[in-house]
């Protein structure tokens, strides 16, 4: 499987960020049969449901000299989710970036776990391809840059998913894919991601099969439901008016929403690498917090901060998909999206059909919206005279360049063409 450079320094231990599947499944033992090394595996729990008993059990099987397994779900949704979604960070307006969210938290696990157990090396099951190549190795750089990383994918002789099933097979090495279905997913609480197989060269709508925590548009209850989120500050703290803890209320709206058949993206995005992929991904609770944070943005932030974080919000995605979580751009975005969300604080009721979300109600008792001046109706706060003088003044560089420039020439030159 290739070998490698005998010039680098002998590794004696490293860390693993292992999944129990394909990818770093084949990895703890090639690591120990081409660097002779220790291998110790740390498991991220991000809420992707797995049975981590079982994970265990089989990364020591296969070679791992001891496995750490990390709750990081509260942190996850806390330190990450949470600040993504205040942020309004959606990458090329479809992909809520739950990968990309993930890799930084689990990175920095991993690099918390090799400096304790004395690790002179971390290594991935990321593809030479993929964005998660760069994701990980953006964070270990900023965490611990002395740490000596490893990236199979880029130094063996595997090259596809089916190479690597037959590595696996050859090693005694139990995996989850086979040949028939080679879709690589990644789940977490925030969302499921489908690539590979069909998906690499069927353009159009992706096979049913390939969607899993989602129910069918059309196989949807075939009456409306409403679900009202509460917000401080920007943050989730309720569904329906309880209030309820980050983990729990990611569970409660991908319940509701995946039954609806809301969360359904098919995207061909622009890899940071600079290809093009196709994927499929399922972020139900995502979908309906993003489009309630929006709803609620839209009713307390004055027009000026509202339209100019929507230019922070593209930045801020492209800073997370990019793999910069841990840098010093995205922390000083992180404080002007904090002072914008001081009084993002209210109540959005949303309404769920087969697929489909819109807006039932929106609330907050920091509203700018003023009935006095947004009606029709003539108040005493809006006196429409001054519109004229607004017009005026708003209107004169028009004017002056119509008068000295000849306007109303060049309008008359424009029709007779």
Same mark, same amino acid.
């Given at each position: ?31 120990? /049969? ?35 397994? /990390? ?40 690099? %918390?776990? #090799? ?28 965490? #611990? ?9 880029? /130094? ?38 489908? %690539? ?58 991908? #319940?509701?929403?995946? /039954? ?41 932030? !004055? ?66 919206? !003023? ?11 809006? !006196? ?34």
């Amino acid at each position: 499987m290739g070998s490698p450079l005998e010039s680098l320094p002998k590794v004696k231990r490293v860390v693993l960020a292992y999944s129990g599947g394909l990818d770093t499944s084949v990895i703890i033992p090639w690591l120990r /049969e081409n660097y002779g090394c220790e291998v110790i595996a740390m498991v991220g729990d991000v809420g992707q449901g797995d049975d981590f008993k079982a994970v265990r059990k089989k990364a020591l099987a296969t070679g791992a000299s001891r496995v750490f397994v /990390e709750d990081l779900r509260e942190e996850f949704i806390t330190g990450y989710l949470w600040k993504a979604l205040q942020a309004g960070a959606v990458y090329e307006g479809k992909y809520l970036l739950g990968t990309s969210l993930a890799r930084p938290v689990l990175a920095k696990a991993q690099v %918390e776990v #090799a400096l304790r157990v004395g690790a002179d090396a971390v290594a991935h099951g990321c593809t030479g391809k993929g964005n998660d190549q760069v994701r990980f190795e953006m964070a270990y750089k900023a965490l #611990a840059p002395h740490l000596r990383v490893i990236a199979p994918w880029r /130094e063996w002789t595997i090259k596809s998913r089916e190479d690597a099933i037959d590595y696996a097979r050859a090693h005694n090495v139990p995996v989850p894919v086979t040949k028939k279905e080679p879709y690589s997913r990644d789940q977490n609480i925030w969302h499921l991601s489908h %690539e590979g197989g069909p998906l690499e060269t069927k353009l159009g709508e992706p096979p049913e099969d390939a969607w899993k925590v989602t129910c069918p548009p059309e196989r949807a209850p075939g009456r409306e439901a409403a679900v009202t989120i509460g917000f401080e500050a920007g943050i989730p703290i309720s569904v329906d008016n309880r209030g309820i803890k980050p983990v729990a209320l990611l569970e409660k709206l991908n #319940a509701i929403a995946g /039954e609806n058949g809301v969360g359904r993206t098919d995207l061909v995005e622009n890899r940071f690498v600079g290809m093009k992929s196709h994927g499929a991904y399922e972020t139900p609770a995502g979908t309906l917090l993003h489009a309630a944070h929006h709803e609620l943005e839209a009713l307390c932030l !004055d027009r000026e901060t509202f339209h100019y974080k929507q230019q922070v919000a593209l930045r801020y995605a492209e800073l997370v998909y990019y793999g910069h979580w841990f840098t010093p751009l995205r922390e000083a975005l992180d404080g002007f999206v904090q002072k914008t969300q001081r009084h993002v604080t209210g109540e959005v009721t949303l309404g769920l059909y087969k697929g489909n979300v819109r807006v039932l109600d929106r609330r907050s008792p920091y509203s700018l919206y !003023d009935t006095s001046i947004g009606g029709f109706t003539m108040g005493a706060d809006y !006196d429409q005279k001054d519109a004229e003088g607004f017009i005026n003044i708003l209107g004169l560089p028009v004017r002056i360049a119509a008068a000295k420039q000849g306007g109303a020439a060049g309008l008359r030159q424009r029709k007779k063409e």
